[in-house]
């Protein structure tokens, strides 16, 4: 009797290994493990993203002003009103909810290309609000001095060590949270919102409640990730808040992997790494870059991660070597969602 390791389990697996003995690997190199902090805040707001795009296909443009939002509340809070990170970053996910919720019910009133415009528009807003409101914001001359979060015993997050392994907590809980929803019945609705708006409502499916939630959700990982964001760096800008990071955000997603599990993961530290790789030439970093990307759309649409879950999934279907007529049914069966949802990583 054998037992068989699903080929997403295992690169599941090997992904959050290289992540935990990344430091370990990097004694003495600051500067990477701090890139590789930075993108574990991107990350978790990839995931928000995945959220409201890979599971729902609403394409949200408001996500660089949802992260930014968190930003400025961490900051802003510990900083000017010198409140203690933890409670600082509890309001910011809440806040950045609460305006996500409220956005999602006049947004999602519009649909496809329009409510891609609009939400960009918001993004626009909000930064707008960011870059010119000096009284509160600062303006251009951005918030420094953000607090560490505070320590925890004999953790001392002022550590980079520590505050890499409190961020990659966090992502595994934002990786973990997508998991979770993929394989609920949440997740299979989510889904059949994407494939067919109108065959998900004959069914009975809620689906402007649906939407709005997946909104809320999604600007909540984003404010969660941009409070993370502004403990590690320390200082913050406007460009923060910038509708570029919401196109870098997209990016990371389209070349992971829409609704999957960790295709943001993927995505954006390889997306990332191609960015410092290239710093040198960063006038010209994007026609070198941009051209392995345009390949990667063209030729995985689905993104990395979702290329080789086909790819794992299809040597499944084809069974042993020599093939045989359970394989070939397999191949020609009407596929799944259900297991489409448990088994996409």
Not at 148 to 161: Q, V
């Amino acid at each position: 009797m054998t037992t068989n390791v699903s080929p997403q389990r295992l690169g599941t697996l090997l992904v959050a290994l290289a992540l935990l003995l990344a430091p370990l690997a990097l004694t003495g190199q600051d500067y990477v493990l701090r890139v590789l902090t930075v993108g574990a805040t991107y990350a978790i707001a990839v995931y928000g993203m995945n959220m409201i795009l890979g599971l729902t296909g609403q394409l949200s443009l408001a996500h660089g002003g949802f992260f930014g939002i968190g930003v400025y509340l961490v900051g802003l809070l510990t900083t000017d009103y010198d409140w203690a990170f933890w409670p600082a970053l509890l309001v910011a996910v809440v806040g950045t909810t609460v305006v996500g919720y409220v956005a999602g019910v006049v947004a999602l009133r519009t649909r496809e290309e329009y409510f891609a415009i609009f939400t960009m528009a918001m993004g626009f807003i909000i930064f707008l609000v960011i870059s010119r409101w000096e009284s509160v914001t600062h303006a251009h001359s951005g918030v420094s001095g953000v607090k560490y979060p505070e320590s925890l015993g004999l953790l001392d997050f002022s550590d980079p060590m520590l505050m890499y392994y409190l961020v990659l907590l966090f992502l595994l809980g934002a990786g973990y949270v997508t998991y979770a929803v993929r394989r609920s019945g949440v997740g299979r609705t989510l889904i059949a919102i994407r494939t067919s708006e109108d065959l998900a409502r004959s069914v009975g499916v809620n689906v402007g409640l649906n939407k709005q939630l997946a909104f809320a959700a999604s600007s909540t990982f984003a404010g969660l990730g941009g409070g993370l964001f502004a403990a590690v760096q320390g200082f913050v800008g406007p460009s923060a808040a910038s509708v570029d990071l919401t196109f870098e955000m997209l990016m990371f997603i389209l070349v992971g992997g829409m609704g999957t599990v960790m295709g943001p993961v993927v995505g954006t530290f390889l997306v990332l790494f191609l960015f410092e790789f290239f710093q040198d030439f960063e006038a010209y970093r994007f026609i070198v870059v941009g051209p392995i990307i345009v390949a990667l759309v063209i030729f995985a649409p689905r993104g990395i991660v979702g290329y080789l879950n086909a790819f794992a999934g299809h040597r499944r279907s084809r069974g042993p070597a020599g093939g045989n007529e359970t394989g070939n049914r397999s191949e020609n069966r009407v596929p799944d969602t259900t297991t489409e949802a448990k088994e996409t990583l």
